[in-house]
T-cell receptor, first 112, second 113 residues
């Protein structure tokens, strides 16, 4: 399978703990995006990388959130001191020179 | 007012019906218009990708964009129970200097056998 992969698929954590998610984009896709989706809503943009450079961050991305793409391949999204409001599906997407974004299966986070 | 408006449904239709799904938007900078299908607890799957105004057909799916009215549509012909899912419209505009997508809330579709 050469699509976007995300790990883990599910994460349950207690409030105040840190969590980290990983995204592996489609091979040779230079653009990588993170979105967050809550129940009954469409995905909301969080941040965007072109190669290893983080070029845009949403105001939704508070100081507790950090994303990296150190070698321009996989990316990680870390949430520090999780809150119940962070419970959501975290989606990763990638694209190449065109604008079509292909999404991974998502990581479902539950904060107790 | 949200940048992209989409009726959340649910929309129930009998098998074989033609389904019409719609979104309206307010940002005239949008140039790219996408439709995604999302099954429960799965990631969105790209169905249609169009640039600017006009129609695009792919199998049973037809996407229409009317930039003058800021209105886009997805038509599904000969709908099947397997089409039951949430359909998300998404838009982006390179003219606004970003590649991020703005999504509608999604419309839940149920195709009854």
């Amino acid at each position: 399978d050469t699509g976007v992969s995300q790990d883990p698929r599910h994460k349950i954590t207690k409030r105040g703990q840190n969590v980290t998610f990983r995204c592996d984009p489609i091979s040779e896709h230079n653009r990588l995006y993170w979105y967050r989706q809550t129940l009954g809503q469409g995905p909301e943009f969080l941040t965007y990388f072109q190669n290893e450079a983080q070029l845009e961050k949403s105001r939704l991305l508070s100081d507790r959130f950090s994303a990296e793409r150190p070698k321009g391949s996989f990316s990680t999204l870390e949430i520090q001191r999780t809150e119940q409001g962070d419970s959501a599906m975290y989606l990763c997407a990638s694209s190449s020179g065109g604008n079509e974004q292909f999404f991974g299966p998502g990581t479902r986070l539950t904060v107790l | 007012q949200k940048e992209v408006e989409q009726d959340p449904g649910p929309l129930s239709v009998p098998e074989g019906a033609i389904v019409s799904l719609n979104c309206t938007y307010s940002n005239s900078a949008f140039q790219y218009f996408m439709w995604y299908r999302q099954y429960s607890r799965k990631g969105p799957e790209l169905l249609m990708y169009t640039y600017s105004s006009g129609n695009k057909e792919d199998g049973r799916f037809t996407a229409q964009v009317d930039k003058s009215s800021k209105y886009i549509s997805l038509f599904i012909r000969d709908s099947q129970p397997s089409d039951s899912a949430t359909y998300l419209c998404a838009m982006s505009g390179r003219a606004s200097g970003t590649y991020k997508y703005i999504f509608g809330t999604g419309t839940r579709l149920k195709v009854l056998a």
